[in-house]
């Protein structure tokens, strides 16, 4: 569907030319209003309309048992291009197991959305991408075969999905777990019947995850690996440069991951404790790999598993302290935030970027201006609908020139994300002569003393947080749709894309309408 609607709005060409967009009354309609434009050179007409003439077969099945949709599903699946073991144990995996498995395999792949409806149009925007096209993420880029872990073939797999749940059962699983593709199956309920063994394993590790609460699992895993993240980026390497001295490039080695994965668990999550010197840890990380006895064969037994992970916990936990007083903003928002800057691509309307609070003239000064704007954008994105969230990130310049003028001006590099860049927003605290904690509290002054309409206004002020990015420290407006509409100095706004309207008199009907009582 999307390769039909794609060729359809000019994406890509086909035999050397483009579809005429004046062969369907909608596309003609969005290129006389400027929406799409036609590129050249242009598909014969007679071409254009053999293909818009084309009848797409649609076959609708009604079951009264399941077990004959799994059928169904199972016949479809055994010719073209099949789909792998672990597609075919998601493929309607509905229970809190599953459903944590996907949540944070999305967020680590990149390619998350803020919600699990997404229109055709922008799925490309978000899709993984093996060849060089102009949209989507590149395979090459995503953690696990950036850090030669997984390889692109096991992404297109759904490996990387196999491997999480993998370490999710052994997260919330009293004793160590063996891992092996049966356990797998009982775990997403993928055989039938369910029943013994199968049905208690099932079960078990639902009851666990439910336990933990998805949430906060989520939450658990999402620090964990972003230290890892935080660890290699500052060693400049990947995984398996830095665990093997003499790495042969190709040959992954996703156990070796999941033995430091589960030590780092054991020790921020399980120890509560804290990474207190990353060039010990490094240091200590480098060409260890040769050091940790992992099991070969399609087999891995508790018993190696949990001995592999507590090597690793004893080479490491030198260089861990005590957490004495965690901040949960402040350890989780390395794939937060990347999540958020994609998720933005999607859903323009609920996000917001700033590079700072400051002008970015020779002589900067507090832009009064872009805090109003930054308010009424708040006001705007509460707007769409009750219980919508969005944001607006303070720190974040969405082009290279603004980001370049950031330089300029304050002398700080930015760090870049998916077309984004990230700039913090320590330089403006240090240019008005402030801490970030004094900054922090006169933003969070300026929005309880706003012209924002209440309850907006307390919701903002109590979730407004300082959140870090490997060296950067951003403002986070958190906002979500109140029971009724909100207003900004008695006026009503609205987002339109990323463009921010004041509701006219004639449009209040409809905006009301979205809150009913």
Known sequence: MNAITSFISNDFSVQGGYFDLNT????????????????????????CLAIAAYPVPLSIYEFAESESVDEVFRRINSGGRQLSRQELRTAGAINAFAETVRTISSKIRGDSSSSDILLLNRMKEISITNVDLDYGISADTVFWVRNNILTKDHLRQSRDEELIADLIAYMVSAEPVASRAELFDDYFGAVNPLEGARLERFEAVDNAVRMRSPELLEYDFTRTHDEIVLTLTAADKSLAELLFANYNAGNP????????????????VKDNKTVANRTGLITRLNDAGKNIVIQEGGRWGAENRSAAVHTVVGMIQDFFEDDAAPDPAKVHWVTKLQNLLTNSKTEQSAYDFKQGFMTLLDEPTFDEACFEKILKTCVGIANISRGHKGYVIVGVAETDATAARVEKVFGVPPVSYSGFYITGIEHEANMMGKSLDQLFQEVSDRVKNSKISEPLRSYLSTRLKTVRYFDKSLFVFEIEGQTAVSRYNEKFFERNGTQLVEVSPENLGSLFARFPA
């Open 24 to 47: 369907f009354a909608t596309t003609k309609d969005l290129l006389d209003r400027h929406q799409l434009e036609q590129r050249k050179p242009v598909l014969d007409r007679d071409h």
């Open 253 to 268: 080695i996703p156990r070796y991951f999941q033995a430091v994965f589960l030590a780092f668990h054991q020790l921020i």
